[in-house]
């Protein structure tokens, strides 16, 4: 298993086989397309996130300890973005879900090239799991 | 004779910029147009050399933002063929002008009295009524919709009744383009003895507007919409309806006396203009307005229709493509979604190619609901917009669909 | 340390024009203030470049002038200190801000409830009340003046009661200078449980306004008048206020769902902002401000004191002169009227060699009744202005006068 | 006597004189000085003109068919100029009141060189005279 950091790194370098911003959209719409479905059960109101345009649904439970992070979404681009983020925080203790820093965020240039309702989203998502993370730890 | 296309993108700097690295292809024109050299430059000049307020000053600056200002008023009242200057009234926007006649015209309605609107509102021409009519207890009526976004007339005769008072109604259909038959809504309206408010917000970019033949009561739209600054916008109202409604909002310039005691009002266009206005939104509307009524509007409306059809046709071929927004009578506006994808994908992938579309509901939500979506793309066109952008959009569209199929 | 005049000077190009063969002196400051070039050329680059509409849409122009619009907010919210960014509502200007604060905050008025303000309040923040008062049949009770144009607080305890709902005060009086003591004011009003709005579009041009360490419940002004754009003003409000308050106007943007049968309003700020704001005169206003803050105040402040002081010892030398409002704690204004002659004519005379003064009631009918003055020559101060233009202004005002008498 | 042509010519050879607009405002601060005194009786709201900033009280009254006017104002730039107008219009038939284009206005510059109140004021005097000439010939 990877840390967080090492998770982040290796984002970084596969978006940087990409020059053209349409070329890493295509990878996220790939990533998109490969999140697990969610269970149906989880994908209720309750579980939207606010701040998106396009619908969002995260699920969050714990296991063994750590943080499992599940999700979907109408818009591919929206589900792609939450992959990655399921990628890097999903499997984690609360702890270091609460305190990521998420830098790669910026190396990759998501919030710049993502439109500011999506990069709203996109805050929005990572505010949301980290509000997940604590509540969780709270009640474990 | 045709538009010198070049000619008129040459005087919008901004139609020469690049989105990283592919040339603007600005199709928002719905919820923004862009603004000319000539108005930028008004601007320029208004605060480099002009500025400071208007009205009771007897300093020169004054004086000459006064005038330029007045000016303004006199050339919009001529574009619209308004009676008179003073029923011009400077506002924010259609928004705030819309929510002055629901709040003024508002307090003269008393308990039965209905109000007409229709389903293919903006929500600026829905919110401020809901607001109105729960307040007061008056009752709010829609005129209902076909498949075709057309405006459905069927139930005419009892919507439109002894107990209407307003009819408040888009000229063009923002998220549709749907233009309606407002002569025959004003007429019927009149028969009744209603009032007919005409929310231009999609319409004067287009076309010539002419208040006197149309006998429209209130016409609202928006600077930011016809080539002029943000924040500022125009209520036409008959004088003699505005005489009878109350002020809006109290302040500077809209009083003649205030004391302790109490105040009188001033007269119209005054009445309505609480505060310090927004001068140089006054002044640069007024010189957008000057520009656009240079152009000769059938030359305008044949290169729109164009631009529409051109891009219906190469739109229609395009697989699981549905077209929202079918009317006979139709502005350079197309509202669309592609099968198997999401509009908001849609619209970040054609922006990674420098094409700027709406996506979502376009604050017209009861469309959406009507056509049980969540949001179309929207391509809205002004007439500096040319058949080789549709071209570009088009390639640009088939990429991204290729991309999230 | 100084302010380096000339840097300050050479940044506001209308300073450097001439009203016919005499360079501009622009003591009109009260009325307006002109802009610096960063504000001019922000404004010229967002039409030039940047112009889209904001929020919702999903293209690099939208995202653009979104982010630059949220910008101005958050940079507005570090100047105030308003513990949060939702706290700052755009709107139109002072006179707007207040009157949304009539209409929403009144909604929750009831009957017997007193509304406080003063004698010395300009009529945007008189007429507003005035209307509220009428309408919702509550009381509203004025702070009287002394002879010195300073509050009089012998009446206090009776005027602030447990009955007071709402306390609105000018910060800085347009018409005479007075400051006002607002933290006791606030304080006071606190006390029994009403809060209190500042109107300070007479202050934050000049000193620098922590709302926090005030602890106001609102705060108005204008952005025309801090070096920004016209048709722009902010209001900040304290969150738990404003999220009691109900909205004011209806339209795009404030709601989060329409349907025909009804409407859920969306979250601070875009419940207060209805329709499409005044998009470039916030980042106008922002850029403004971020400009203004560069400044030590405490700079700001000595330079205006040293311009207040020179002036009024000039015109104390003048025969027949009456200075009014003398309050010990004022801002760098000068109000006066001259044995024997018309302000009108002065002003006139005055324009006639290139001094922009403003004559008149400076839109404070009650402060000229307590006088018993039909008007007076105001000369307000920025910190461009200089003592070199204050020489200029006396020399022009007793040419004036011998020409007058 | 001299008709309303001749006397408009005299005021803008009375006006050429001066080059300096200081000059010019000392000529007209001049001519209201000497505008002689109007009937307390009537100084009266009645006559107040709207539209100007100074209060300007005007009264007309037909004496062997003709229309004399007299006024007054508290600033005395506007008695000037209504003392101008009055040197025009006065002992005037209604008729020729009613039609004059009274140019010399436009000539002297006195529409540019007053500031918009009292540009306003300028041609609510104008159109106050003209409205009374035409109320007197309605009478007569
Ligand atoms: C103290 C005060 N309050 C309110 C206003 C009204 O501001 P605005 O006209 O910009 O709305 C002014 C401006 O003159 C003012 O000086
Ligand atoms: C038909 C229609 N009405 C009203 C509005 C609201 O205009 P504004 O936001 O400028 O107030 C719009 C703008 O989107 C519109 O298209």
């Known amino acids: ?140 | 004779m045709a538009l010198d296309l070049n000619h008129i993108r040459n005087q919008f700097p901004i139609l020469s910029t690049k989105v990283g690295k592919y040339p603007l292809v600005y199709f928002d024109n719905g919820a923004t147009s862009q603004k000319p050299r000539v108005v930028i430059d008004a601007i320029n000049r208004y605060y480099e050399q002009e500025n400071a307020n208007i009205h009771r000053g007897v300093h020169h600056l004054s004086q000459v933002s006064t005038d330029n200002y007045e000016k303004a008023r006199r050339t919009i009242q001529e574009h619209l063929n308004a009676p008179h200057e003073h029923e011009i009234i400077f506002t924010k926007g259609t928004t705030d002008g819309i929510n002055l006649i629901a709040e003024s015209f508002g307090k003269l309605l008393t308990d039965g009295d209905e109000i007409l609107i229709t389903e293919m509102e903006h929500h600026s021409n829905i919110v401020p009524w809901q607001m109105l009519v729960e307040r007061k207890g008056l009752t709010l009526r829609y005129i209902p919709m076909t498949n075709l976004g057309e405006l459905d007339f069927s139930q005419l005769e009892t919507l439109i009744n002894e107990k209407t008072r307003l009819i408040a109604i888009t000229h063009i259909s923002n998220a549709l383009g749907t233009i309606n038959p407002i002569e025959d809504i004003i007429k019927k309206g009149h028969a009744v003895g209603a009032k007919v408010l005409i929310d231009a917000a999609q319409s004067l970019q287009h076309m010539r507007v002419d208040v006197q033949q149309l006998d429209c009561d209130f016409l609202v739209f928006s600077g930011h919409k016809v080539f002029g600054p943000t924040g500022v916008g125009i209520l036409y109202g008959k004088e003699k309806l505005l005489n009878e409604m109350p002020p809006y909002q109290g302040g500077g310039d809209m009083i003649k006396t205030v004391s302790m005691s109490g105040t009188t009002y001033n007269e119209l266009p005054h009445k309505f203009e609480a505060g310090t206005p927004n001068i140089i939104g006054g002044i640069g509307l007024g010189v957008a307005i000057e520009w656009l009524s240079g152009f000769n509007f059938e030359d305008i409306q044949q290169h729109e229709t164009d631009l529409l059809e051109y891009a219906t046709d190469a739109l229609s071929k395009i697989d699981g493509i549905k077209i929202y927004g079918e009317a006979e009578n139709k502005s350079s506006v197309i509202s669309f979604l592609i099968e198997g994808t999401h509009p908001y994908d849609i619209g970040t992938l054609l922006n990674q190619q420098g094409i700027a579309v709406r996506t979502g509901h376009h604050c017209t939500q009861p469309i959406m609901e009507f056509f049980d979506i969540p949001g179309t793309i929207r391509a809205s066109f002004s007439f500096y917009n040319t058949k080789e952008e549709i071209d570009q959009f088009i390639k640009a569209l088939e990429k991204a669909i290729q991309m999230l199929r």
Not at chain 1, 25 to 52: F, R, T
Not at chain 1, 83 to 89: E, G, P, T
């Open chain 1, 1 to 140: 298993m990877m840390n967080i950091a090492e998770k982040e790194e290796a984002l970084i370098d596969s978006f940087s086989i990409y020059d053209d911003w349409m070329d890493k959209y295509e990878y996220i719409i790939e990533l998109g397309k490969d999140l697990p479905l969610i269970s149906p059960d989880h994908k209720k109101d309750d579980n939207i996130i606010k701040g998106c345009q396009s619908t969002v649904w995260l699920h969050a439970e714990m296991k063994d300890g750590k943080v499992s992070f599940t999700a979907d979404a109408d818009a591919i681009i929206a589900k792609g973005i939450i992959a990655i983020l399921i990628d890097v925080l999903s499997d984690e203790e609360p702890d270091t879900i609460v305190n990521a820093k998420l830098e790669f965020i910026k190396e990759i240039g998501l919030q710049q090239h993502l439109s500011p309702t999506r990069s709203n989203g996109l805050v929005a998502m990572v505010k949301q799991m980290k509000r997940y993370a604590l509540a969780l730890k709270m009640t474990a």
